[in-house]
């Protein structure tokens, strides 16, 4: 993750919004002032609602390299800037941009097909059943965990750190920060084990031990494979997303914020 100076001026816009009203509202509202490009068209995409629609727009655009400027009309507005009508062009021509890569999953399933997605947040795994599960877990190829009995586990970017890897108390990272978390949930064995900080060059390889038995799903953000035998996580640094934010409002400084909680 970086910052990049962005470009002066945006002249083709495209607005994309959640089904909220509101959101629909405001789409109609901003159209009509300043015109609607078509996304593959624009020079930046402007988002209208939550965070869960962000994280939708950037999957959908992921290879694109267009920005995107979110403006909150949703519920939970993490990644977005406040909303406001006027001047949204010179709004754009200065708003700084953070830019991102997402990890790829590569998950195994119980007939030995690969399933492949990727994440802005973070890569889950959790139990099926009401038995927890036990996991193996590989760093590089190294054996650094021979079993976790726990409810599951993750590997959270530093963009996906206050989502949640930290209601599961995992640490809050830095955005520019070349780390990822790898958070157990609800661990049972070790008791004292609470996670890792990896270097965001690791590959991470998690084994699943009785997996007929203790059956587990793996996550990639919202894309679900059930019964999964092994997955690898790594981050792909060869898509680069570019999130725009108003200066002194940046994903920087509201994630400072959260570890100082206000």
Partial sequence: MSKRPVKTSYERIAFVASDVPEAQRARQRLVRRYGDA???EADVVVALGGDGLMLATL???MNSGKPIYGMHRGTVGFLMNEYEEADLQARLASAEVTVIHPLIMRARDEVGRIHRHRAI????LFRQTYQAARLRVLVDGKERLPELVADGILLATPAGSTAYNFSVQ????PIGSPLLALTPISPFRPRRWRGALLPDRADVTIEVLEAEKRPVAAVADHDEVRSVRAVDISLDHSISMHMLFDPGHNLDERILGEQFGY
Avoid: A, F, H, Y
Avoid at 121 to 124: K, R
Avoid at 170 to 173: D, E, K, T
């Fill in 170 to 173: 995992g640490p809050i990272i």
């Fill in 59 to 61: 999957q959908r655009l």
């Fill in 38 to 40: 078509k996304p593959e």
């Fill in 121 to 124: 947040n973070e890569v889950s």
